[in-house]
């Protein structure tokens, strides 16, 4: 007998110890998972505030065939085709005064084509082709005055005999059939004006819109400023056109000599800039005249504007000064017109600055400074991302369109190329957490757009505010619900009540979120619409028929049926007093919008206030988030409330306390600890929700405390943005950061609840 006693004691303990081996792992993986996971969120989301990087890859001098001291200006096109060094193009060019486009290709030695690191000396351009701007007939000898690049691969040629060209230098990659590849260039001559014979212009810039129509902007000797465009002004029934050009003389209004112009590229604005520190803005009309001047005094100690640029999405300008300073100018609606204001400043040369080139695909601009260093400067976050040639100086420089990289020529005619990284320049704290003054708008904003525009927009301020606001507004329905129904059930009902409604508030939880957000989307949403006068009235009238009942109540209660229903079954007859404040408030709502509404309550909501009322707004997500919360805190409270001993009720009961009395001033108090985590545990939860928030708020990242309107919460942004997010790109990585926010709000709510719930523990017991 001793023996199987002392076999099953081993036995037992060899259990004890598999099972605390077991726990003891399970433990350890659950937080090692959650470390991993935490790990995993952050490591995606800190290349976000990586700064740029340029890699020198050539540094040779340009080729015999190449004129070397008739260059007027260089670029380079960067043609991306694969992941590895081999399979990229990288084309250059120059263009001398003949109006020869010169194309070189880059050719990098063996180990560098496998991917190795190479010498930037080592590279050997050659020579791919040439091919000259075509003529009139007539003029074959004409050449090169000026050569001003308005944006991306776009040239505007201004020649000798005063005519201009609007060229792009189109740069491909292919390859051949046995797989090696070929670089292919071609120049587009996109348009092309001739002036009268009094403007001789001196400096010049064109553009072509989308249905190529040419606007051409020139300075004239004169200081006379002539915008010559194309218009249709036939049309046949088979759809033939025909086009001509209209002439028209700008009027300057005085001030100094004019220095730098510039124009948009569907025509409509023309810029200008003078040697005393002015800005000039026209709006052009479809035929090239002015409808409306602007002179704006930019900066008054008169330093010169030495150079222009439209900014990438054509609102902002871009000004560098002879100072060495670069701006960034935007029209701004005031009350009676647009007005040019500064929105930044970016990097300060040494010298007045000679150049700005922009980005044809993002807000990035390139500038060139009298020293010969290369700054690169993103303008919506205002960060300066790259300085280049700060030991071989250049004399002039090139930017590829896509951005990547950048070609300067110095003093000894060297060539030098850069290949540049810069993945994410449009994040930065700021732009991320602060206010920032994007394009179209009158002032700084938080805002939240990540596609449909050509300047993305990653403020986290809205949906981290939507986030809070569902979350706010689910608890104020959710709280007094969950926490009144925790005191009725545990220490007013009777026992057999609370075994059968307990288990069915509980069940409750396991209720799809996806089905509560269908239900709120198709059915509560429409329906709260519809009554929503019902609704307000509701909350005044139940209240106060509740109290009225309440107050006859007092009066019957003498009697014995009246003691039996108030024996744990005091809901039987609240019941039918709640349908009936209903029915009255849903009797008197219409009549009550007729009366103060003008019978269209929503009419009266956006006349007063300015305020649209949106079906999907914050009230019904507040029923629906409130509904997936409450039975988390109902059922902790619940039994935080059961927990307490029966002693303290008793004492209480003992000395003629009521029970709503015992309830409020010994029960609550002692269980205060578990109500708190139950509140926390709910709010936590709301935070995280994703499905309810998802279909029932409207998705719109508005920053607006209003319970008419909609908002987007961090969880609803990540499901609604991934799938659109391109791997490892700038959206992808600020998803992920929105993971980040999500896990550390709770996780601080999680630890500020515990902080709390330990020092009510101290001052109310082990209860």
């Known amino acids: 007998m001793t023996e199987i006693r002392r076999t099953k004691f081993q ?31 952050v490591w995606v989301t800190l290349p976000l505030f990586g700064g740029a990087r340029a890699d020198l890859q050539v540094a040779v001098p340009l080729p015999e065939p190449v ?16 992941q590895q060094a081999a399979d990229n193009s990288v084309t250059g060019y120059t263009v001398t005064r003949d109006g020869t486009f010169t194309f070189l290709e880059f050719v990098w030695p063996g180990d560098a084509a496998r991917g190795e690191r190479h010498r930037p000396e080592a590279v050997r351009p050659r020579v791919i082709g040439r091919q000259k701007v075509p003529a009139p007939p007539g003029r074959e000898d004409r050449t090169l005055q000026r050569v001003e690049r308005p944006g991306g691969s776009e040239h505007t040629l201004l020649w000798s005999d005063g005519s201009v060209s609007l060229v792009d230098a189109v740069l491909t990659a292919q390859a051949d059939e046995l797989g090696r590849r070929t670089s292919q260039y071609a120049l587009e001559v996109r348009g092309s004006v001739a002036p009268d014979g009094g403007d001789r212009p001196v400096r010049a810039v064109m553009r072509v819109d989308e249905d190529g129509a040419a606007t051409c902007a020139m300075l004239t000797d004169d200081q006379r400023l002539v915008v010559l465009r194309e218009s249709v002004v036939e049309e046949s029934l088979f759809g033939g056109s025909k086009k001509q050009v209209r002439r028209s003389v700008v009027r300057r209004g005085g001030g100094g000599t004019i220095t730098a112009i510039t124009i948009s590229r569907e025509g409509g604005t023309l810029y200008a800039g003078t040697d005393d520190g002015h800005l000039l803005r026209w709006e052009l009309d479809k035929n090239g005249a002015a409808t409306h001047r602007e002179r704006t005094a930019a900066f008054p100690d008169e330093r010169a504007v030495t150079t222009l640029a439209m900014v990438f999405g054509d609102v902002s300008l871009a000004v560098g000064d002879g100072e060495g300073e ?10 009676k017109a647009r007005k040019l204001t500064r929105i930044c400043s970016l990097s300060r040369h040494d010298g007045e600055v000679k150049e700005i080139l922009a980005s044809g695909r993002n807000k990035s601009l390139l500038s060139l400074g009298e020293a010969g260093k290369v700054f690169l400067d993103y303008v919506t976050s205002h960060k300066h991302l790259l300085t280049l040639a700060e ?25 030098l190329l850069w290949y540049v990284d810069s993945p994410h ?37 809205p949906v981290i505010f939507g986030t809070l606001k569902a979350t706010v507004y689910a608890m104020f329905f959710a709280v007094p619900l969950a926490l009144f129904s925790a005191m009725y059930v545990s220490h007013f009902t009777s026992p057999a009540f609370k075994r059968a409604i307990k288990p069915v508030v509980e069940v409750m939880a396991a209720i799809p979120t996806v089905v509560i957000g269908f239900l709120i989307l198709l059915w509560a949403a429409p329906l709260v619409g519809k009554w929503i006068m019902a609704v307000f009235a509701g909350l005044l009238i139940i209240p106060v028929t509740f109290v009225l009942f309440l107050a006859v109540w007092q009066l019957v209660r003498k009697y014995d049926w009246a003691k039996r229903v108030e024996n744990g079954y005091e809901f039987l007859a609240l019941v039918p007093v ?16 007729n009366a103060l509404m003008g019978g269209d309550f929503r009419q009266w909501l956006f006349d007063t206030t300015q305020t649209r009322y949106e079906q999907l707004n914050s009230l019904v997500v507040a029923f629906g988030l409130g509904f997936a919360v409450i039975p988390i805190i109902f059922s902790i409270s619940e039994d935080s409330l059961s927990s307490i001993p029966y002693e303290l009720t008793a004492a209480s009961l003992a000395v003629g306390a009521s029970r709503w009395q015992t309830v409020w001033r010994v029960i609550l108090p002692s269980a205060s600890p578990g109500i708190f985590a139950a509140v926390m545990i709910g709010f936590g939860r709301a935070v995280g929700e994703t499905m309810i928030v998802f279909m029932a708020t409207g998705n719109t990242p508005i920053m607006d405390v209003s319970p008419f309107n909609g908002f987007r919460t961090l969880s609803a942004n990540i499901a609604v943005e991934i799938s659109e997010a391109p791997r490892d790109g700038t959206l992808y990585r600020v998803l992920f950061l929105c993971a980040v926010l999500l896990f550390l709000m709770t996780f601080l709510l999680n630890t500020a609840a515990e902080v709390v719930r330990t020092q009510l523990r101290k001052k109310y017991g082990r209860y």
């Not at 060899?14 to 470390?35: E, F, H, K, Q």
């Not at 950048?406 to 060539?415: I, M, S």
């Open 391 to 415: 030991n071989r100086p250049v004399q002039m420089m090139g930017y590829s369109p896509r951005g990547n990289a950048v070609v300067g020529l110095d003093a000894e005619q060297n060539v």
């Open 67 to 82: 004129p070397r001291d008739e260059i007027l200006t260089v670029g380079v096109d960067f043609v991306e085709l694969g």
């Open 11 to 41: 036995r037992s303990k060899l259990c004890d110890a598999i099972a605390r081996v077991a726990i003891t792992l399970g433990g350890i993986l659950i937080i090692a998972s959650v470390i991993a996971i935490v790990v995993l969120i």
């Open 425 to 461: 320049p449009e994040i930065s704290v700021g732009t991320l957490f602060g206010k920032v003054w994007y394009d179209g708008h009158d002032e700084p904003k938080y805002m939240w757009q990540s596609s449909g525009t050509h300047e993305p927009k990653f403020s986290l301020v």
């Open 326 to 335: 670069v701006t960034v100018w935007a029209p701004i609606r005031t009350e």
């Open 578 to 593: 709640v349908v009936l404040g209903a029915v009255l408030a849903t009797l008197v709502a219409i009549p009550l919008e």
